[in-house]
């Protein structure tokens, strides 16, 4: 087989899959934590971080307030678990917010909703991303001036990976996934029984303690750590998308599973948060050589630089990357039903040859790169316009459930029902203002970008509906219009323009003869200069003695040969004018030779000018005009081969 | 009319230009001095330099032996020039290097001489604008670091207007030709006069003087002196490229033209060459932030740097400048030849909508911009690379001139061509001996990359006429085959792949039932998922209802739907399947219905599967298969619209 890009991107991605084959295979609790959770357990590994790099402004006693910030994210998080309990047994299917928020509050809700889950999708990507290969330059600093390059690297190895299809992903990551939990349960456990041993600590390696304070210790000062810690609870809703994926009995399945997800985050944050203060951890800047994340340098004071610390290193890796790419399957999977509701070009609802849904993998790809080069690769330069879109999605979720209940209140009173509106409506109110503050005190610092995007995406989902909308009402049949019309049933004019007598201009007259009884074969001259008029007598001659005289012989009426001339090189101009000339009811079919390259050589070597003049005759010939290609294939193949080729 | 990158191009480039309107503007001697010979005069401003360059790492007495090299070449000079004055005698339409070495030295000499111009005429694009850049940062040194920028710069420019077509080029340009001639003619007479007065010189502004001498003043420094200031005479073919241009009686014009530039270019390589070494004028590094090229020292040495300096470095930009420009007339000419030899594809033969040959200019520009950004923009760089390919050039088109008076001479022996044998042999034989010293002076320096490259060039245009004579073998028909045959005269089966039954469908079907009684719609399943039975009950009794019914009704036979299933999402599978079912004989035409888009925002909306699936049926259908397209056009457009947009 020749060499082509079509080849090499198979090489890379591998065969077609069949439909057949599409994932039967579902989830159990202890897939379903790795599969779904992995997102919400990896943010504790730059939540925390993300608190104490705020906090660490007003020195080492504003690094010890980093326990009560994280407390009440942790409630904050309780509630939200409770929340999205009631929507996974609301929404056994798919209760993703885009699906909730479209389904009781409106196009308006479901758009600011996709807008808002797109925006976070990408940004997971960035920061996990970030964070994984900053945890990578704590333990190896030799690699930190190439921070960009590790994120575009891991980056671009996630997508492959993607293209080609995540089928197994549950059973795969696993291992990452238990592994993060344990060794940072472990670290977490001696931690504390040190610190309860009472007496002075003494760290294995002791952190590089706080900056002297630039900051005072305000109220301020105190919400935006909050703000930035909020981060910690990104992912929480993924379990809720993804009921469907677990077995039966789904729901109660899924629950658990969220339960061990929420209660493990919640044990990480508090114990990361305790651990710091008790340490006298602070974050560090990840643009400066010796950067040590927080995780780092807690394990480093708790057990040093052992083997231990680097397998913990190692699998804050994993997970992060892991995490980025859990966006890469909640990523398309919103795209595609925000295709099928018409708001997004239609191959973002297509799966590809290997029923992977390529478009939005490409794109998703395509904006976190570009937001990793443009952040340098800095987990803290993300984070402020990490959490809004998020929280945003958060809150129309509960929002929705809460209109939810109340539509089923209206339509038979109870008193559980009551309880499940009030704790929906509890979880709105809170993550609204949560919302509230990561807006106001995020706002400077990056936030305005999210909130400038929000409704730039809703203006472009708005305005690709509206061109489809229009596509539709041009297409769509009335009632009255739906048979075919068989009034101007007449034969076709058949036009061919022709340039020299050829095997392909023959076969186009004898293709063209089958059509229709009135053929007109077209040479236009001067397309290169002067032609001569001996070039057009022996083309004239040609034509009698080799065309019309033998269809006369068959008793077919014979085609005709006529001359134009084209001042401006244009091959479409004087096709366009036979066409005007034979009337708007006349239908027309142009028949184009074209010469059909198989390789990619070939294909450079060739003036396609058939192909710009056929999309000018479609554009400009009017609705009775169609056109022909009859091709004349270079190496010809076989019909098997192409069959072979798309299935193979 | 909407924006888009047509129109965009169109604004930058201007409207379309008629057959009616090329060119019949003939030249006379005073323009074609700036038209034909500023390549050769601007060679002026770089050639001393590149000697001096090397001369001075022998420190000043390397220096001093400047005026003895240039003598040298200045006599070769005078060789070449009567050698060209017999070729433009010889072929008054067209003297070029690849025309003389195709008629008299066979495919062979063609193709080195075209490989070995395409290069010369690239190299001097890279080496006349880093040369012009080179003297706008003598004068102004704080433009220095963005050389490379204003490379690039000038080079878009210059394809810029190349590509809206330079047609009163001869008249525009003698303005900074003539002030390029007077300017320096004014500093050589002044500082020569000085330097005659007797006693001690004393400059202006006295020249840095030469560094250190860091070589020996060995033979094979002279000689590698020799070989860099050689590209003093690159240029002085293109008058004889050119003889047709000239007004009548045009040799006579075109020798006396030939004359006056090769008697200025000489008086001016003498004149910098004697005053260099009496002001002790050393090259310099163009790297330095204090650069000053050797016009601008030699400028400032005999005036200051008062507004005669300022005019004259201007001046001497536009010349170099311009000069870059000769090769955008001279490239895209030579390749209009090759092509139309089938040596590069047919693009490079076809004027484009402005009369102008973009192809080549585009390719041109693309090589000469990587070559300035892979060189910084230094012209002492790019000096080793360049005289080679101009000097193969006089050397192949000497040897075809001495070929051609052989054969005159066999034919009928006269005195008269044995001088004009003898004059252009032994100019083939000076070219050839300068051509191997400079091969051998600057291998190591960079020429080996030009050496590589010609054969590289060779094997291209081999491969491209290869391939074009596989087609051509293909498509030309033999004599016994040459009518058409209607053997196989008979309706052709007619496939319309069906999606839904809406305005495109209706449309293709209408038109189907017009090219032939053999009709039949094929529904694919299962494209996106599994269909449900009720849509296709549903499609079958639309079908019988608003198709079947209609065209029995009409007594046509009815066309059929029928239904296949695609396990692999492909369209083309299932419609192959059906192709080879028709058998080897029977000719089938696919219809597809096909949405056409007028905008860019449309076209980026919608998947063009019709496109990749006309493509797949061409290439795999075989020879019995035609494809038509059926347009519905959104927003449709009328033939006027479309002749207007070709011809405005």
Redesign the interface.
Known sequence: MAFSPASLLRSLTGP?????EAGTQKLKVWTGVPAMGLDALSSASYGPEAALTILGAAGAAGSHLVTPVMGVIIALLVILWMSYRQTVAAYPNNGGSYIVARENLGPGGSLLAAAALMIDYILTVAVGISAGVGALTSALPSLQPYTVWFCLGILALITLVNLRGTRESGVAWAGPTYLFILCLGIVIVCGVAKTLGGGPLHPAIAPPGAAPAVEALTGWLILRAFASGCTAMTGVEAISNGVGSFEEPRVERARLTMAIVVLTLATMLGGIAYLAQHYDISAMDQTKPDYQSVISQLAGAVFGHGWFYYLLIGAVLAVLCLSANTSFVGFPRLCSLVAQDKYL???F???D?RLVLSASILFMAAFAGALLVAFDGITDRLIPLYAIGAFLAFTLSQAGMAMHWRRELREKPSGAIRVKLFVNGFGALCTTIALAVILVAKFVEGAWLTVLMIPCVILLLRG?HA??R??DD????QQSE?????R?????LVLIPLDR????A??A???A????GDVVALHVT?L???DGDDERKRLKS?WD???A???RR?E?PPPKLVFDSS????M??PL??R??KAGKNR?V?V?LP???E?SV??A????HRERRL?A?L??????R??????????D????????A???E
Not at 16 to 20: A, H, L, Q
Not at 474 to 477: Q, V, Y
Not at 604 to 607: I, N
């Open positions: 077609p899959v069949s439909n057949r070009p239609h191959t609802a297509l799966p040859r690709i061109h489809y229009r596509v041009g297409l769509l049949l739906r048979a075919i019309d068989l101007k049933h007449r034969e076709p007598w050829d095997r392909l023959r076969k007259v004898e293709q003869l089958r059509l229709s001067s290169q200069g002067p040609d003695e080799l065309v005289e033998p269809a068959k077919l001042p401006y090189r244009s479409a101009a366009l004018r066409i005007e239908s079919v028949v074209e010469l059909v198989r050589w070939g450079l070597l060739h003036t056929r000018q479609l554009r400009y010939g009017g609705p005009v169609a056109v022909m290609c009859v091709p004349w294939v270079i010809e193949e076989t019909p098997e081969t192409g069959i080729a798309e299935e």
